[in-house]
């Protein structure tokens, strides 16, 4: 395998590679005193590094690599999940203010502080387990993709390459090694992503040009809006489905909320978010359209621009498209996607296990030996992913972005009902929800499992019955709408059956229970320039629904 790089590019990819031991290194000198500095950056981030920092760490390589060969194979549809940038703004203005008065470290520690111990247990096993099935392996698995399309090695050995290098300085520095170097991760991923899409409209002869061309061939390719009956991208499974699904990744995710509890104020979080969700409507310009670029080139001028697999049309554009040098850049911009996403995840898993697991089993441990047991963690999460993939690719029907999506429709409905009505209504009790997530997990577990089993007889179109094979065959999108009904009702139900929490244990953590205080300090953090900047998004968000209609 020859590698697409000339000289020039990897004297660009060099120095992106200097700038960011760079600044590991200058942030490693700083030292971690405790679990705070170490886990939260001493939680005194600012706005912009936190806003950077949400961005880049949701668009890991699985979404370059998965997102561009979605827009490649099926269009527009999955664009309805990168316009949850409103559910980012959820985060910032109904979450947020709950988390940070609480005071906790980690998602499974509020669920302890709002309901019981029981609850910590299960997000604390449960978000480690879901952190291997769609995250670690897919950022893996599309990243040694990405490394061996470009540097010309194999495959194993540019994904785990990576992860050594990614895991290195996430290890040492800690909170502050990863938000600081995604930020820097955040301007070259955007910058070499642009440089494709606009050399990309150039090549296909311009926006409607691309248009007419795609849709001489599919005639769907650009509407969002697919029938109700449709079996993969159905508008009510994506629209809905997809909110069940952001709430939970938006607003509730370790990985994710890490960030904005990074801020040392309500005000900052949410102007972090308030960035964060700005930044995320990027991936439709900058992802989505490439791969339908790449698509309408395959049309154009087959003998040049040749895709055998839709995953693989991102890195097509970055080897035909771009000149010497820019190559180099593009290259370190992927890298930077695959880098940003891994150590999120290293650093959230340390997190959960050292913060929620071995804390809770070990509390008279010192806070060094507490470092050093999160960093063990991390080794041991990589190596899961690792396992993981060969299951992976079975599960999307070869489309990475589609397996993520799937996977985290089944994780998402039983924690989001829990936080949702949990935050929302004070009468929620720890029974309730510690019944709907482990409910939840039982259907997760069947639904997967079906879903494998059934794999070879959905993919030859073989006639066979049976209520497991008709669970196994509903649409992704819409499983998640139903497995979200079923929580809320087994919530709201088992609820109502038993006593009431103790509402002076709960202060502060839920609607019912705020004081004039809690009131009084949330109106106090924000201005009149968050709220503008905050409809303006929405306003953005509804345009491009409306535009994207076939």
């Known amino acids: 395998m020859e590698s697409v790089l000339e000289r020039p590019d990897w004297i660009v990819l060099g120095i992106y590679f200097l700038a960011l031991i760079a600044v590991a290194a200058w942030v490693v000198l700083q030292k971690n005193k405790d679990t705070e500095d170490y886990f939260l950056a001493g939680r005194n981030v600012g706005w912009f590094v936190i806003g950077a920092s949400i961005f880049a760490s949701n668009i890991g390589s699985e979404h370059v690599v998965g997102l561009a060969g979605t827009g490649f194979e099926s269009g527009t549809p999955m664009a309805h999940y990168e316009l949850h940038a409103w559910i980012v703004l959820l985060l910032g203005w109904l979450f947020l203010p709950f988390y940070i008065r609480s005071g906790a470290f980690t998602m499974p520690e509020f669920l302890e502080k709002r309901f019981d111990s029981r609850s910590r247990w299960f997000l604390s096993i449960f978000s480690l387990v879901a952190y291997v099935l769609t995250k670690v392996s897919v950022t893996i698995y599309a990243g040694g993709i990405v490394v061996s399309e470009l540097l010309g090695i194999p495959f194993w050995y540019g994904a785990i390459g990576v992860v050594v290098f990614t895991g290195i300085y996430t290890i040492v520095g800690g909170m502050k090694a990863v938000i600081y170097t995604e ?291 509903v649409n992704f999108a819409h499983m998640a709408i139903f497995m979200f009904l079923f929580s809320v009702i087994l919530c709201i139900s088992v609820t109502l059956a038993t006593s009431p929490p103790d509402y002076i244990k709960i202060k502060g953590l839920s609607m019912g229970t705020l004081s004039a205080d809690d009131k009084a300090a949330t109106k106090g953090s924000y201005s009149t320039v968050d709220v503008v900047l905050s409809v303006l998004l929405v306003i953005i968000v509804i345009v491009i629904l409306s535009y994207f209609t076939g």
């Open 183 to 473: 930020t820097l991760q955040t301007v070259i991923l955007i910058l070499g992503s642009l440089t494709i899409t606009y050399l990309g409209l150039q090549e296909v002869g311009g926006w409607e040009q691309l248009r007419e061309t795609v849709t001489s061939v599919s005639p769907d390719h650009f509407n969002m809006w697919r029938p109700m009956s449709d079996p993969q991208f159905p508008w009510t499974g994506l629209l809905i489905g997809g909110t069940i699904v952001g709430i939970w990744y938006w607003c509730t995710d370790q990985y994710i909320v890490q960030r904005t509890l990074a801020a040392n104020n309500i005000k900052i979080g949410r102007r972090g978010a308030i960035f964060g969700a700005y930044l995320k409507l990027m991936p439709i310009l900058i992802f989505l359209v490439p791969g339908i670029i790449a698509f309408a080139l395959t049309i154009q001028n087959p003998e040049v621009f040749n895709v055998d697999r839709a995953d693989r049309a991102f890195p097509m554009l970055v080897k035909t498209l771009l000149p010497v040098g820019l190559k180099g850049l593009v290259a370190g911009g992927l890298m930077a996607a695959l880098m940003s996403s891994l150590a999120s995840v290293f650093n959230s898993c340390s997190t959960i296990f050292t913060i929620d697991i071995y804390k809770k089993l070990r509390p008279e441990k010192t806070e060094r030996e507490l470092l050093t047991i999160g960093k063990v963690a991390t080794g041991i999460i990589v190596v899961l992913g690792i396992i993981w993939i060969p299951i992976m690719d079975k599960i999307g029907g070869g489309v990475m972005y589609q397996y993520l999506q799937n996977v985290q429709s089944y994780i998402a409905p039983p924690v989001t009902t829990v936080f949702l009505l949990g935050i929302l209504w004070k009468r929620v009790n720890s029974k309730a929800a510690i019944t709907t997530l482990t409910a939840g997990l039982v259907l997760l577990v069947l639904r997967l499992g079906s879903e494998i089993y059934y794999q070879p007889q959905i993919a030859s179109n073989a006639e066979v019955t049976g209520f497991l094979f008709q669970f196994a065959t």
